[in-house]
């Protein structure tokens, strides 16, 4: 089974670009915008990362938020079946998130096999640069479903009478 394109071909295109290049190339990238704004796989790429953007911040923020108003109201434990409504719930929007991150990934090779390489490098630093903004929310919710995690077992270490959890 052959490798990715992306996977390859991206490092090594963008390691050996000089900063002058960049400079050429942004300014290729603003002077071609309009013809790229046209491109069906641009365009579906786009659509993509505003896809998960908006889904990570509306369902799996309200997740984290419900579950931490959950634990920090008056003092009592979550009750396991809103957990397990909780948890089952955040695995669909993961899984919906990497569903919707594949379908980037194969648009992605789909624009690489059709396009010329200034088109590419511009397609390029869309994705890396959208990659990296999804990259950080997924970071940011997945330090608070940390901190949920945290907070329920010493809830529940003091509920069963053990103080030797460190808070």
Known sequence: MEEPIGS????????????KEMVYFSKWIYRHRSRLRKDKSFQR???????????????ITNLAKQALKEINSSGRIVSSTQLISF????SDCTLYVIQLLKLMESTF????????????????????SSLSRLWFYLKRHVWVLCEIQSRLFIKESKSFGTNNVIE
């Open 87 to 90: 948890m089952t719930q955040l």
């Open 109 to 128: 090779n789909d624009l690489y096999q059709r396009i010329e390489t200034c088109h590419l490098l511009y397609a390029y630093i869309i994705v890396t």
């Open 45 to 59: 790429l786009l659509q993509i990362e505003r896809l998960i953007k908006r889904y990570l911040k509306i369902n």
């Open 8 to 19: 390859w071909v991206f490092p090594r295109l963008s390691l050996t670009l000089a900063s």
